[in-house]
């Protein structure tokens, strides 16, 4: 064993590279946790292999949210903030604004979001309709739709997606309409078809 005089320590090596620095294989019998603040290493002494844990208490709730809307006006080549006007879930009302339809993100972590939406117009032709993700007022995900054949009764401008994404503490979520129809347009007058949700990974 060498004591550098760096204050590194090295284990089968003579210029250990860091803190400790072993040359060769190492065993571990027993280990006390280490814990960061979100994460923890142990040792799993059956298979005798590290592992990361969550350190996140369990008296955390995680983020629920789902919401649906109907009716709102999308003006022509204008990227539209929707604001979801029922709020089916809510597992955290700190954490998102039904009024502004802005959700702000309680701690870092991974989340998962969820958005479609539909025009109540069938004219859309070889028109660009899209919805999309912003984090922090900046595009991340978008869905586009080109209608060529323009729409039918039974076939409208749609846009959905789902992203997975890790957002700090403080970070702002929303979901925004685009399209080129040339008017102003209405999402549809059926919930069904107007969704957000927010989920918050464990």
Request: aromatic share 4%; no cysteine; proline share 4%.
């Amino acid at each position: 064993m060498v004591s550098a005089q760096s204050g590194n320590v090295g284990i089968g090596t003579s210029s250990p590279q860091a803190k400790l620095h072993v040359q060769g294989d190492l065993r571990v019998d027993s280990m006390k946790t280490v814990t960061t603040s979100a994460m923890k290493v142990v040792l799993d002494t059956a298979t005798n292999t590290f592992a990361l844990q969550s350190t996140r208490p369990e008296s955390d709730t995680l983020v629920r949210i789902a919401a649906q809307t109907v009716n709102n006006s999308i003006p022509t080549n204008t990227s539209t903030l929707i604001v979801w006007s029922s709020t089916v879930v809510n597992t955290l009302p700190s954490a998102y604004d039904s009024s502004t339809g802005i959700f702000t993100a309680p701690r870092t972590g991974l989340y998962q979001l969820s958005v479609g939406t539909m025009l109540s117009s069938n004219n859309a032709n070889s028109d660009e309709v899209n919805v999309s993700v912003f984090i922090n007022n900046v595009e991340i995900a978008t869905s586009a739709n080109y209608d060529s054949n323009g729409g039918t009764s039974q076939s409208k401008p749609t846009g959905s997606l789902m992203v997975l994404r890790p957002l700090s503490q403080g970070d702002t979520v929303e979901f925004r309409m685009f399209h080129t129809i040339g008017s102003t347009q209405s999402l549809i007058n059926e919930s069904r078809f107007n969704n957000m949700s927010i989920v918050e990974l464990p």
